[in-house]
């Protein structure tokens, strides 16, 4: 069993930074692709980046990419998610998400979610 916990998230302005963390506990974390999803209201859950489970691998969705950075510290078992040049699209709930899918699939662990809002 893995429980995942976000922080990090809050109010920035268009062209800002944020940086989102997500804290493991479990054992079997460091053995699993890990990731972040986002929901818009009104809108369903989508990709945003995964990292495989020794941190080597990384993908992003097309929306991101060049703006957003995930990266890992299994030593920690801790997931991270820098996101800079900020735009007001990007404002939903962000959700990690670790399991033993691929890049894309929504694994089977999630976080509560933290809210992430750009302001215009």
């Known amino acids: 069993q893995v429980q995942l916990v976000e922080s990090g998230g809050g109010l920035a302005q268009a062209g800002g930074s944020l940086r989102l963390s997500c804290a493991a506990s479990?054992?079997?974390?460091?053995?699993?692709?890990a990731g972040w999803f986002r929901q818009a209201p009104g809108k369903e859950r989508e990709f945003v980046a995964a990292?495989?489970?020794?941190?080597?691998?990384?993908y992003y969705a097309d929306s991101v990419k060049g703006r957003f950075t995930i990266s890992r510290d299994n030593a920690k078992n801790m997931v991270y998610l820098q996101m800079n040049s900020l735009k007001p699209e990007d404002t939903a709930v962000y959700y990690c998400?670790?399991?033993?899918?691929?890049?894309?699939?929504?694994?089977?662990?999630w976080g509560q979610g933290t809210q992430v809002t750009v302001s215009s």
């Open positions: 990292i495989s489970s020794g941190g080597i691998n990384t």
């Open positions: 479990g054992r079997t974390f460091t053995s699993y692709l």
């Open positions: 998400n670790a399991g033993q899918g691929r890049a894309g699939v929504k694994g089977a662990y």
